[in-house]
């Protein structure tokens, strides 16, 4: 256990399907990040909330949308989806100083939700 | 932007050295870090450097940072089968923008 736990673990909807991912994060971290994993691709940022304020925001289509209510839950929203959105939706949070920079901002992963799209 | 590469595959012998290299683009990275990344699981962090150092150990792993050709190296001494898994080198250019390569996967033949 790392210290942040995703839900689902697998999920597979249809294009019309409203659902929702979830994250936990219980290591009193004060940001909180979706990434997208896809085969063969880089990971992409998709959001950032900070002390529950979004700070980035990587040019997501709007089917996705974000929910920060607390600085320990993260939450995914999806509706509508396309095939090209399987992935593997990994949540990660860290701990950002106060004066900010990165500083040795290491990123704590949860182990992801497995996404299909029918 | 920045662009981290990586070569997608290795293949080592169980006890030989594994050297997992990464380029990148941009050397405003404060900090340079490892990650792996184990089947069913998200990426754990096995180290990270500081971008003035040019090397740090950590028992069997090794980063060896070359600022000027903007490579950065991984080198897990004694390979063992457990350490089969895929690797991503990262870079955070900013506070919360960490870029990441496209993993490597590395197999530890027995």
Same mark, same amino acid.
């Given at each position: /256990? ?11 909807? @249809? ?8 994250? /936990? ?21 998709? %959001? ?11 040019? =997501?289509?709007?089917? %996705? ?9 993260? %939450? ?10 399987? +992935? ?11 004066? @900010?920079? +990165? @500083?040795?901002? =290491?990123?704590?992963? @949860? ?8 | 932007?920045?662009?981290?590469? $990586? ?7 169980? *006890? ?20 792996? $990344?184990?089947?069913?699981? *998200?990426?754990?962090?096995? &180290? ?5 150092? #040019?090397?740090?150990? #950590? $028992? ?6 070359? !600022? ?9 001494? #004694?390979? $063992? ?20 390569? &496209?993993?490597?996967?590395? !197999?530890?033949?027995?």
């Amino acid at each position: /256990e790392t210290g942040v736990t995703q839900t689902p673990r697998h999920l597979v909807m @249809g294009m019309t399907n409203k659902k929702s991912l979830k994250c /936990e994060q219980h290591l009193g971290h004060n940001a909180m990040y979706w990434y997208k994993q896809s085969a063969k691709k880089p990971l992409e940022l998709m %959001f950032v909330y900070s002390l529950e304020e979004r700070v980035e925001n990587n040019s =997501v289509p709007s089917r %996705f949308s974000p929910e920060c209510p607390n600085s320990s839950h993260l %939450f995914l929203h999806l509706h509508t989806l396309q095939p090209e959105d399987s +992935a593997l939706y990994l949540c990660a949070s860290s701990q950002v100083g106060v004066a @900010g920079g +990165a @500083g040795a901002n =290491v990123l704590t992963f @949860g182990a992801g939700s497995r996404l299909t799209v029918l | 932007g920045e662009d981290v590469e $990586q070569s997608l595959f290795l293949s080592v012998r169980e *006890g030989d050295s594994s050297v997992i290299n990464c380029t990148y683009t941009d050397s405003s990275s404060t900090y340079l870090y490892w990650y792996k $990344q184990e089947p069913g699981a *998200g990426l754990q962090l096995l &180290t990270y450097i500081f971008s003035n150092m #040019d090397m740090k150990q #950590d $028992q069997r792993l090794t980063v060896l940072l070359n !600022k000027k050709d903007k490579h950065l190296s991984l080198r897990i001494a #004694d390979t $063992q089968t457990g350490d089969s898994a895929i690797y991503f080198c990262a870079g955070a250019q900013e506070t919360y923008k960490y870029i990441f390569g &496209t993993g490597t996967r590395l !197999k530890v033949l027995a």
